[in-house]
């Protein structure tokens, strides 16, 4: 073949920036999980943080857990990630249905009405002064219900109900099922593959929560994991004196890095595939 | 002349034949949504929500034009003299230059850093002939999406703060000063726009991969026939095979250029960088939830969403051009 000395050459090419691509994808993760294990002592003998110490300690992790601010944020995290998702997901599917309904009267109007919300926004200022209004400032709930809808994600699933099969549909309502019992008995079961992918899609999105709480939450009680985590980096002195001396600020903090990310990281691998379709779907649709 | 459904009884009574004729298509409008009222009713809670949280922000939106007073409330709040008076304090303040270039930089470099390095990507894994290396790298490469920022500054605190981060004992390494990255005005943006980079690098690649797979493999095949090699192929084949929907994302993206990135700013900047990092969002925020101006942070909210409103409309002209539509 005429082409065979570039193909090896595009080839090895390829080949070696994709390992690029996966180690600098991956390797600040393990630096920042080494770090946290890192003792003083190694911090002194290293002049700063190497990627492999030579001595590990769970200290940072056992000072971060011991202190209340960390399990009461977990705690929160985890409420607005099942109750938020939990939320998001009925709320999304009862909006999504009537809108996969080509005859339904008025439908495009709602359609409309809901995508003039992601060209315009009144903005943080006015916004904040409702959520104030119906009384959900400094409540778990201000996570919870500004954030009850996401037009993007009504528009992928009412797009996947919009391709399935009619007939099915149409001769349950014939054998005189109502409506809900058509969306519970025949379409959400149809729609597993969708439900699960936008109902992940919720759920990190609730696990990565900072947005509303910096807007909405100023009672340290509430606070979720996110921001917890970044108060030790604003104000690594005062959680410094637990367990201190022997623990360096550095060490702490990236081990509260690794407390938020390890539940991410873990079911990543099991939930990747889903989340790649979702995106496709989505794209399909704009 | 019989209503439109009413049936052509002879047994019809006069009474009823008048309520029938003319309303009738009215009647016969709500006769007919009545029957979909179990999914009018699924609607509500949604509709509910999008009402109270999404349209009546927008009424609030009067306060920019108004002296809002926390205790008055929206409604009873004095008029602004002038009306356009927060509108006219932003425009001649120093903030609004600094504010509109910081919004407009950091979004333009992130809108390059996260287009090229995609494309680029997404080219080497249709070009990788062995299946396993490319899922593998696939999976690796979007995980950082998912991350949160508030992880992704910590992973950049681990290489890039001046006293023990990975980067400046490599620098001291080399006999050079230390730099402290996240607190120099010359340094934040790029750190920012790295980070941003880092992070959406794998998961921006999607959309070109999957538009790749769909070029038609006889395009592949008669350019091999014609001695084609692989890089010719890449660029008589595959980027012109998905150049509308580079030109598509890159236009529905400049449509949003006034969305900075209000959460990776706030987590990331501190007051060193104001000068650099601040953007109309963040600004908002600090004027109108710390130090309580509530109609001047609604006036620059409501310039940010007007102007917003008008690039996202131009885009979508723009991009009917390439065949794609926003909606």
């Not at chain 2, 009306?83 to 304090?89: A, E, P, T, V």
């Not at chain 2, 890039?160 to 943006?189: K, M």
């Amino acid at each position: 073949m005429v082409t065979g000395r570039e193909d090896r050459i595009v080839n090895g090419v390829v080949y070696a920036l994709l390992l690029l691509v996966a180690v600098v994808s991956v390797f600040p993760l393990l630096f920042v999980l080494s770090a946290s294990l890192t003792p003083y002592s190694e911090v002194l003998r290293n002049g700063g943080y190497v990627v492999l110490p030579s001595e590990f300690t769970l200290d940072a992790y056992r000072a971060l857990l011991a202190e209340p601010a960390i399990p009461r944020a977990l705690g929160v995290t985890v409420f607005i990630t099942v109750v938020g998702t939990a939320i998001n997901m009925v709320l999304t599917t009862l909006m999504a249905y009537p809108l996969s309904r080509r005859e339904l009267p008025g439908r495009s109007a709602v359609l409309f009405m809901l995508l003039f919300t992601m060209m315009f926004s009144a903005g943080l200022i006015p916004t904040y002064l409702i959520v104030k209004a119906t009384g959900l400032v400094d409540t778990i709930w201000a996570m919870i219900i500004p954030s009850a809808v996401g037009v993007f994600n009504v528009l992928i699933m009412k797009t996947f109900f919009d391709h399935l099969p009619q007939e099915l549909i149409e001769s349950a309502r014939i054998d005189g099922a109502g409506e809900f019992r058509i969306l519970v008995r025949i379409v959400l079961p149809l729609a597993r593959p969708v439900m699960l992918t936008l109902g992940l899609f919720y759920a990190v999105g609730h696990w990565n929560e900072i947005f509303h709480a910096i807007l909405y939450i100023r009672d340290q009680d509430l606070y979720p994991l996110q921001i917890v985590v970044r108060n030790i980096f604003l104000r690594s002195q005062s959680i410094e004196n637990v367990d201190a001396a022997a623990l360096p600020t550095v060490t702490m903090q990236m081990a509260a890095v690794v407390i938020a990310a390890v539940p991410m990281i873990v079911i990543y691998p099991f939930i990747q595939k889903h989340f790649q379709k979702g995106v496709l779907l989505g794209s399909v649709k704009s | 002349m019989t209503g439109v459904g009413a049936p052509p009884a002879p047994a019809q009574t006069p009474a009823q034949a008048v309520a029938a004729a003319p309303p009738a298509p009215r009647r016969a409008r709500w006769a007919r949504a009545w029957r979909f009222r179990s999914l009018y009713l699924m609607l509500l809670p949604g509709l509910i929500y999008f009402a109270v949280y999404k349209y009546a922000p927008m009424y609030g939106v009067i306060i920019a034009f108004k002296d809002y007073n926390l205790g008055l409330g929206i409604v009873a709040s004095p008029w602004a003299d002038p009306w356009f008076k927060y509108f006219d304090q932003f425009f001649s303040s120093p903030y609004f230059g600094q504010l509109m270039v910081n919004t407009f930089l950091i979004s333009a470099y992130k809108l390059f850093w996260g287009t090229v390095p995609c494309l680029v990507l997404a080219l080497l894994f249709n070009e990788c002939r062995v299946t396993w290396l490319r899922r593998w790298v696939q999976t690796i490469s979007y995980m950082p999406h998912f991350l949160s920022w508030v992880i992704v500054f910590g992973i950049t605190v681990a290489f890039v703060s001046q006293s023990t981060g990975l980067i400046n004992r490599g620098l001291e390494g080399l006999g050079a000063e230390p730099i402290g990255f996240l607190t120099s005005t010359d340094w934040f943006r790029t750190i920012l726009v790295g980070a941003d980079t880092w992070k959406d690098l794998g998961w921006g690649a999607i959309i070109y991969l999957a538009a790749m797979v769909g070029i038609d493999p006889e395009r592949y095949e008669a350019a091999r026939v014609d001695g084609a090699g692989r890089l010719r192929q890449i660029w008589h084949i595959t980027l012109p095979g998905i150049r509308n929907v580079i030109i598509l994302l890159f236009v529905l993206r400049l449509g949003n250029i006034l969305d900075a990135g209000f959460e990776q700013v706030y987590v990331f900047y501190n007051v060193q960088v104001y000068s650099v990092a601040d953007i109309i969002d963040t600004w908002v925020y600090r004027v109108g939830l710390e130090q309580l101006n509530f109609s001047l942070a609604a006036a620059v909210g409501l310039f940010k969403a007007v102007t917003g409103l008008v690039l996202i409309i131009l885009a979508n002209r723009l991009a009917k051009r390439w065949d794609g539509q926003l909606w």
